[in-house]
């Protein structure tokens, strides 16, 4: 997916580099991400951000004709998911090359992004990352500075005239209402400024002495530096840079692609432009982004939980999709901390999306319908989670609490107990979905509300159920 110091592709798992980000972020203050940019342009495009809490990612490349982990098997490291298989997986030069010719077969006839960003609407998303680059160096836009390119002559869908995918993708999700999110990945394992042909790869980085060889990363930051431009010059309004690649940083044998200077130009064109390098702490990080993980409290920072719907970030056949509770849930206690849940999924290499990940995004919608306003524009509130219990915020100071099923299948219960929340007197209390205010009574520090059986027979919803308390005016 994104980057990791350790990736796990089909077995859902947190990178390394993450984990000591996230665990270094939980000690820090809100001094640590976000609140170090003082543009206010920016600062106002963060509480955007803050008020969308649902986006849709998706990683799509050559790569989806085979079924395999994005990029990473080009990786000569000796990882899981590093691993070369299939008939070509014996000779690293060998699979090299046979992973870089899909881009003569990739030809994705399907495509239709209008088809993505309905699905993704109706899911209740409101803001896409799409990867116009992964680390293997491809693009998915046209670029003019390097072939390896979906619109290349060489690639079987250039002449469709939606070859030009992140610009196609673009369009139909900004008039679909979606913030758009352009992923890039830092290392470019394809360009000869990162993996200098004269040597072979080692590892994930770049695979000579910067020192050294100064002109030759002089050349490979212009190259960043250059297709970055393109991406904010000529694919419309962009609301996030979200970069990828976290080991390509200063104080990583000195890959440094000079972040100030890419953010100035990104945001020459693109005001209040969010940028997130991740998991390299500091101004250009302005949110972070834990990895297949949510932190077990609220974090005073934004943030945002990137995660796989199925195992693998890209699209794998016979993948396993989280059920739409589990993911349900997830996203409620995501946004119950304050943060923002992406839930990415691959599609396919003809240029649709899983018919199982479709099925997870209408129940997810069908829910949404119901709840989404105790979670869009919400702000977290103590004590934010009480066994099955997560409460938010509303900007009118309604407070929700959402209660999450014990277990796929069961419904509401009949009596909800809120041990540490109490509700102003008077306060009226209603349930999502249902026209009736309910019962409740103060309980020790908190309240209690009763369910009537005709509403636990009938309930609005399943998965979870909305409480909102409305204060007496």
Same mark, same amino acid.
């Given at each position: ?337 304050? +943060? ?6 691959? !599609? #396919?290499?003809?240029?649709?999306? &899983? $018919?199982?990940?479709? @099925? ?83 309980? +020790? ?6 369910? !009537? #059986?005709?509403?636990?027979?009938? &309930? $609005?919803?399943?998965? @979870? ?9």
């Amino acid at each position: 997916m994104p980057f990791s110091l350790v990736k796990l592709p089909i077995v859902v798992g947190l990178t390394l580099s993450l984990l000591a980000s996230a665990s270094s972020a939980l000690a820090q203050t809100d001094s640590s991400a976000g609140a170090r940019e003082d543009d206010p342009l920016v600062l106002k495009k963060l509480d955007w951000f803050k008020d969308q809490k649902f986006g849709f990612m998706m990683h799509w490349g050559p790569y989806s004709q085979w079924g395999v982990v994005e990029s990473w098997s080009l990786c000569p490291e000796d990882e899981d998911w590093c691993q070369r298989k299939g008939p070509y997986g014996q000779n690293y030069w060998n699979y090299r090359t046979e992973y870089e010719g899909l881009k003569t077969t990739f030809n994705p006839v399907k495509f239709d992004p209008a088809s993505w960003a309905a699905a993704a609407k109706a899911a209740g998303m409101r803001y896409l990352v799409f990867t116009t680059k992964h680390h293997d160096g491809f693009c998915m836009f046209d670029t003019r500075k390097s072939d390896y390119k979906i619109t290349d002559s060489a690639c079987a869908f250039h002449a469709n005239p939606k070859s030009n995918v992140v610009m196609e993708v673009f369009n139909a999700f900004r008039a679909a209402g979606f913030g758009i999110g352009a992923y890039f990945s830092k290392p470019d394992w394809h360009s000869e400024y990162y993996w200098w042909p004269y040597f072979p790869p080692f590892d994930r980085h770049v695979n000579y002495d910067v020192k050294k060889h100064p002109d030759r990363w002089k050349a490979f930051q212009q190259f960043t530096y250059d297709q970055i431009e393109e991406l904010m010059t000529g694919y419309g309004t962009v609301d996030i840079l979200w970069l990828d690649g976290g080991w390509v940083n200063p104080s990583s044998k000195g890959q440094d692609v000079d972040i100030p200077r890419i953010a100035a130009m990104s945001r020459s064109h693109q005001p209040g432009l969010i940028v997130v390098d991740r998991a390299v702490p500091g101004r250009y990080e302005n949110y972070r982004t834990p990895e297949q993980e949510v932190p077990e409290k609220p974090l005073d920072y934004p943030w945002e939980t990137c995660m796989t719907m199925g195992n693998s970030w890209s699209y794998v056949p016979g993948d396993i999709y989280k059920p739409a509770w589990k993911l349900i849930h997830l996203l409620v206690d995501i946004v119950a901390k304050g +943060g923002n849940f992406l839930l990415n999924v691959g !599609p #396919g290499p003809d240029g649709t999306l &899983p $018919p199982v990940a479709l @099925a997870r995004m209408n129940e997810i919608g069908a829910w949404m319908d119901v709840n989404g306003s105790a979670i869009y524009s919400t702000r977290p509130i103590a004590p934010y989670r009480e066994g099955e219990v997560r409460y938010t915020e509303l900007r009118d100071k309604s407070v929700c609490a959402i209660c999450l099923a014990g277990k796929e299948g069961d419904g509401p219960p009949a009596v909800v107990r809120l041990p540490s929340f109490a509700p102003a007197p008077g306060s009226k209390v209603v349930l999502l979905g249902t026209s009736a205010s309910l019962a409740w009574e103060a309980r +020790g520090k908190g309240c209690v509300i009763t369910i !009537p #059986g005709e509403v636990r027979r009938h &309930p $609005p919803c399943s998965h @979870a159920w909305t409480f909102r308390f409305t204060p007496a005016r």
